[in-house]
DNA sequence: GCTTGCATGTAAGAGGTTACATGATTCG
DNA sequence: CGAATCATGTAACCTCTTACATGCAAGC
């Protein structure tokens, strides 16, 4: 339901192609909505019939025709009324969870390799917030003029990144629970 | 892909039929697995048709007959194999997140209340979490004997716990920065 | 008499995933 | 010479959401 909306907030950050885009959803975006090629391309092309983005195909020499689409009245209008809409409780699926209760049926020994890799990629992320929240907000190189966007951008880094050191505090948290249960007489 | 395996963990923890199923899904296991009824009757059908449940009809008196599903050996076997698989990185939506992104380009004081709505929802979530940490885990009428399926339940409590107190901490830090954005010059 | 709870489903449509397809350039 | 990057798409399939449907019993 709000792939669009989406699309739109990164066009108005920085209008640009189906495939920079798809980049950006890989990236920044990813972050927080995840989104393949496929699906962009698909919604854009619907997008563009609906008059809620803007294309302008440009040459380019040695490689293919682009499309570079900008956000259009009807888009702006179309996201401000989203931006208005009440907050929908989001819905979950968290596959570790699930397994972890499953571990009582289960060997513990098999997941807790799993959640020690698992957690190899969270501390992995964490590192790359950090490293993009130097670079991008407090480090030297940072634009020090304050403006609402960055100051967006910002929060909803640290957002992401609070995010990644509870996900570690409790991964460490399931694996002592996971090897205290495997230490007990009966396993 | 999991709603399989989280009906099988489910079943494993307590057989049932598919409307308890679905009241479940609305509590303890829908904090980390959504899915309504008419997904879970359809699944639960196809499992059985797989031979992954067995259902037995019970009839009951001045309510509707009920199949109460178990846990076939086939399913154990399937939810052991899953259980062994690499733990997929789970795909995230936020829209929360691309509306904090999206209020740089309209008025930031309508998204401040629906935060502070937000929050107070996760206020309340947390309030219903840790009420049921001392109900079933650590308050007196708890059991005292230790069980790795109650240990893993808990495990997975204290996850969505954790989670409850950063969402708070990081909605806070929103509110400061939309309040920041908003009282400066050129706003 | 109305709502809530118990109990099960069908059907249409929206949304998302996976596989396949093309074609040029640049880098190792 | 092969892989990766840029750039765009189609098609089949699966999953999920939303709306509709039925029917009885208990409590207010």
């Given amino acids: ?34 989104a393949t090629h496929q ?32 956000v259009a009245a009807a888009g702006r209008k179309v996201l401000s009324a989203w931006l208005h809409e009440p907050i929908e409780p989001e819905s979950v699926r968290h596959d570790l969870a699930v397994k972890i209760r499953g571990a009582a049926f289960d060997d513990p ?30 480090g030297p190189e940072a634009p020090g003029t304050p403006d609402a966007g960055r100051e967006l951008q910002h929060v909803v880094l640290r957002g992401g990144i609070a995010y990644e050191r509870m996900t570690l505090a409790w991964l460490d948290d399931v694996l002592a629970t996971l090897h205290r249960i495997r230490e007990r007489p009966g396993h």
Avoid at 120 to 133: D, I, T
Wanted: glycine share 8%.
């Fill in 1 to 34: 339901m709000a792939l669009e909306h989406a699309i739109l907030v990164s066009l108005l950050e920085k209008p640009g192609s189906g495939y920079e885009l798809a980049r950006r959803f890989d990236r920044s975006i990813g972050y927080f909505w995840t």
């Fill in 39 to 70: 699906q962009i391309y698909r919604v854009l092309k619907r997008m563009e019939g609906d008059g809620w983005v803007a294309a302008r195909e440009v040459a380019q020499q040695g490689r293919p025709d682009k499309k570079h689409y900008s």
């Fill in 109 to 138: 020994s098999a997941l807790m390799r799993e959640v020690e890799r698992y957690r190899a990629v969270h501390s992995e992320r964490l590192a790359h917030y950090l490293a993009g929240e130097i670079r991008d907000f407090t």
